[in-house]
Each structure stands twice: as structure tokens, then as C-alpha cells.
């Protein structure tokens, strides 16, 4: 089977950089993506990481370490409109494109 | 910018109607995806099509569920008879390929069972 932890809420203060973490564990894994879903609206692409290590790009980066079953996206510079719930997503090599997301973590940005 | 279409947005039903939801993926996007989500959770994969076939819908409730791409576009996904367990959000997303790693997402269609 498969498994992802994410935390289920966070608050963080516009400016400020926010950490929000990804555990999962999984056979066949392929990739993490990193999704962002503001309250009623669709997922929209953030970022992909099948290689450990970091990917930047602009405000946001994303960290991959395989070999723990982690990852992590940075929040740089947090502004107001970044309030979202953050879901993380595993890709399996067997199973084509399919994604099996968390939970989602509901992101506050604070004045 | 192309886009994924969904429709309706929003549908009401009571519980034993039929329901449907179409989704027109963007253009020349081999690979179809309907995921629910439920509130407060990640989307769960129902179908995912490649072209016209389908290519994994173990976690499709046949009993009630269908979908279909008659001719590899547009996508169909229907209930019937709806249950107040199936209110939720449903959601569409295409990719140009099976291994592409970016899936685009339609608006999805919020729907309640009453």
C-alpha cells in the first residue's frame, strides 16, 4: 500500500518563510509533485521533484530526499494570496501517470 | 492559455437520481483523469483514460459509477443511483502523456446529494 502524511494546517505571517513538510512511504516510487488548490478551485502545478535534492523556482522551492521518503516545500516572501491548502502527490512507476495525493496542508497567511 | 472544461459547476440532486458531469480535456492531451475529492481531503483517482481506453478504474465504484471517451476527446462520468456518501468535489484533469509529469486541472464540479 501507500502511505503520505502532511500536516493538516499551518499559519504563517505575510513576509515570512514557511516549511511545510511531506512524509510518504510507497513501492515503485517515481516522483513527487507538489500541488496548490485555493479554497473551491482546481489543483494547480507547483512543482516536480524525481531527483534528491532542491528545485527553485522563484517564491517557492521544493526538496526531495528518496532515500528518507521525505519532502518539503519552501514558501519564500509569504504573501496573502499564498493562503491555499499545499498537497503533495507520489507517482508510482507501474501505474502510469496516476497521482495518490495527501490530504492537503491548509496554509493561513497572516497580516 | 488552454484550458481543461468541466461542466455544470454545480449540481444539487437527491439522493437515487442520476447524475452526469462532462469534461473536455485540452487539446491533443492523450490522457484523461476524474478524481473526487472529498472536503478537507486530496483527490482520489476514480478513471484515467489513455485516448479512448481505459487504463485504471480500480477505484471506480462500477456498481454505480461509469465513464466514458467514445472517441478519445470529451469524457463522460456518471452516477446512477447518486448517495448522499458520493457529495463531493469532482474533478478533471488531462496530460499529454501517461508519464507526463504535469496534470492540468478543470474547475470541477461541486456536487450535493440530498
Known amino acids: 500500500g501507500q502511505n503520505i502524511d502532511q500536516p493538516t494546517e499551518m499559519t504563517a505571517t505575510e513576509g515570512a518563510i514557511v516549511q511545510i513538510n511531506c512524509t510518504y512511504q510507497t513501492s515503485g516510487f517515481n516522483g513527487l509533485f507538489w500541488y496548490q488548490q485555493h479554497a473551491g478551485e482546481a489543483p494547480t502545478f507547483l512543482s516536480y521533484?524525481?531527483?534528491?535534492g532542491l528545485e527553485e523556482k522563484g517564491r517557492f522551492s521544493s526538496f526531495l530526499s528518496r532515500s528518507k521518503g521525505y519532502s518539503y516545500l519552501l514558501l519564500k516572501e509569504l504573501q496573502m494570496k499564498d493562503s491555499a491548502s499545499y498537497l503533495c502527490a507520489v507517482s508510482r512507476y507501474n501505474q502510469g501517470g496516476k497521482l495518490i495525493f495527501g490530504q492537503g496542508t491548509e496554509l493561513s497567511v497572516k497580516p | 492559455e488552454a484550458e481543461v472544461a468541466q461542466s455544470p459547476r454545480y449540481k444539487i440532486t437527491e439522493k437515487s437520481q442520476a447524475v452526469a458531469f462532462w469534461c473536455d480535456p485540452i487539446?491533443?492531451?492523450?490522457?484523461l483523469y476524474w478524481y473526487r475529492q472529498i472536503l478537507g481531503q486530496g483527490p482520489e483517482l476514480l478513471v484515467q483514460?489513455?485516448?479512448?481506453?481505459?487504463?485504471?478504474d480500480s477505484q471506480l465504484p462500477k456498481d454505480r459509477f461509469s465513464a466514458e471517451r467514445l472517441k478519445g476527446v470529451d469524457s463522460t462520468l456518471k452516477i446512477q443511483p447518486a448517495e448522499l456518501g458520493d457529495s463531493a468535489m469532482y474533478l478533471c484533469?488531462?496530460?499529454?502523456?501517461?508519464?507526463?509529469?504535469?496534470?492540468?486541472f478543470g474547475p470541477g464540479t461541486r456536487l450535493t446529494v440530498t
Open positions: 483514460f489513455q485516448d479512448e481506453s481505459v487504463v485504471d
Open positions: 487539446s491533443g492531451h492523450a490522457t
Open positions: 484533469a488531462s496530460s499529454l502523456e501517461q508519464i507526463s509529469y504535469e496534470q492540468y
Open positions: 521533484n524525481v531527483l534528491d
